[in-house]
Nanobody, 124 residues
Framework: QVQLVESGGGLVQAGGSLRLSCAAS????????MGWFRQAPGKEREFLAA????????YYADSVKGRFTISKDNAKSTVFLQMNSLKPEDAAVYYC?????????????????WGQGTQVTVSS
């Protein structure tokens, strides 16, 4: 049983930082790509960043490039999203997910496994 569990969300002041974690367990993820998404109330789920299981390649949405960094700790099967210079418009529920292969990394429906999400609130 594949399980993804996010943590690290909370309330932060605009301009501050948070680091989200996604712990993965279950069958091997050797061919997987891991992604981070967010969804604000009334809006579609938005792709943020993706990383290969090996950690050797990353891909970012233009909206977060330069502020957010995705990384992976292979020994602990954990994916991180470091978020800096947070803005009120970054407030959302943040999700981690996994898909097969490197194609269409920004497409929500390509991801097979999802975590439950962690809330990020940014105050102005």
């Amino acid at each position: 049983q594949v399980q993804l569990v996010e943590s690290g969300g909370g309330l932060v002041q605009a301009g501050g930082s948070l680091r989200l974690s996604c712990a993965a367990s279950g069958p091997t993820f050797s061919t997987y790509y891991m992604g981070w998404f967010r969804q604000a109330p009334g809006k579609e789920r938005e792709f943020l960043a993706a990383i290969s299981w090996s950690g050797g390649s990353t891909y970012y949405a233009d909206s977060v490039k330069g502020r957010f960094t995705i990384s992976k700790d292979n020994a602990k099967s954990t994916v991180f999203l470091q978020m800096n210079s947070l803005k009120p418009e970054d407030a959302a529920v943040y999700y981690c997910a996994a898909k097969f292969g490197p194609s269409r990394l920004s497409v929500t429906t390509q991801y097979v496994y999802w975590g439950q999400g962690t809330q990020v609130t940014v105050s102005s």
